[in-house]
């Protein structure tokens, strides 16, 4: 990692906020040349800082309005259990999101669907399927709050 200055993190929370700001107006807005604002921005993702600029999509914009968190418990806690889960869930392009967790479950998963019927026929098809699953707890999101909120830093 590198060592962050106030320009740099500046830029980084500019972008955060708007991945669509072209070089010039970052330059401008953090008081800066538009050169060094491009090696600058460069540098952040060269050395990880961003891992991606992408567009956020509205859910219900592409049928996707359902929001499930679903708790993972394995049957067994052995390495080969947590790899064989892991790639397997990795093969669901409806996962947006899979931690491995301490607690009640071992993995917590973020699944978008059209609808509750969508989802049962995931649930049905696919999820009770994944290697070394013994319970799934599903939990149908009611309201988001706070999504994709930024990062203070």
Do not use: W
């Not at 970052?26 to 891992?51: D, P």
């Not at 996962?95 to 989802?119: M, N, P, S, T, W």
């Amino acid at each position: 990692m590198i060592d962050l200055d106030k320009t740099d993190k500046q830029l980084l929370r500019l972008l955060q906020a708007d991945g669509r700001l072209s070089n010039a107006e970052l330059a401008e807005k953090v008081h800066i040349s538009q050169a060094t604002c491009h090696r600058r921005v460069n540098r952040l993702f060269e050395n990880g800082l961003i891992c991606s600029v992408r567009a956020q999509i509205a859910p219900k914009a592409v049928d996707l309005g359902t929001l499930v968190i679903v708790g993972v418990v394995l049957d067994r806690s052995t390495p080969q259990s947590f790899a064989e889960f892991e790639q397997a869930i990795t093969q669901l392009a409806m996962i947006l999101d899979c931690q491995l967790v301490a607690g009640e479950f071992d993995y917590l998963l973020r699944v978008r669907v059209k609808d509750i019927e969508d989802f049962n026929d995931l649930h049905a098809k696919q999820l009770i399927a994944l290697p070394a699953v013994r319970q799934i707890r599903t939990f149908f999101v009611m309201k988001e709050v706070i999504d994709s909120a930024p990062l203070q830093f």
